[in-house]
């Protein structure tokens, strides 16, 4: 079973930061990527940030300079820095591990992602 905890959420006044962490346990088989993604109420669920296998990462246009993602792949752990935070920001912020594919030899593969059940982020003054 694969599990991923998230913790780190919370509320702060703009321009202040948070440090999201997220940890995995399970057989996971190998991992493309683990990233954050976010929802605000009554918008769909977007990229924040993601960081693959081989350490690229990628992030929204709306937090680059601001959040920094990274990662410990000894403790299968993904985390997200977010500096000068502003009310926009406020969102269920939720973990993503992308499975490595499986290809099949008669062709096609197989992937997953996996999910935390998320965690809130508040900016308000």
């Known amino acids: 079973q694969v599990q991923l905890v998230e913790s780190g959420g919370g509320l702060v006044q703009p321009g202040g930061s948070l440090r999201l962490s997220c940890a995995a346990s399970?057989?996971?088989?190998?991992?493309?990527?683990m990233g954050w993604y976010r929802q605000a109420p009554g918008k769909e669920r977007e990229l924040v940030a993601t960081?693959?296998?081989?350490?690229?990462?990628n992030y929204a246009d709306s937090v680059k300079g601001r959040f920094t993602i990274s990662r410990d792949s000894a403790k299968n752990t993904v985390y997200l820095q977010m500096n000068s935070l502003k009310p926009e920001d406020t969102a269920v912020y939720y973990c993503?591990?992308?499975?490595?594919?499986?290809?099949?030899?008669?062709?096609?593969?197989?992937?997953?992602?996996?999910w935390g059940q998320g965690t809130q982020v508040t900016v308000s003054s």
């Open positions: 399970g057989s996971i088989f190998a991992i493309a990527s």
């Open positions: 960081i693959t296998s081989g350490g690229n990462t």
């Open positions: 993503n591990i992308e499975r490595a594919r499986t290809y099949y030899s008669a062709g096609g593969y197989y992937t997953h992602d996996y």
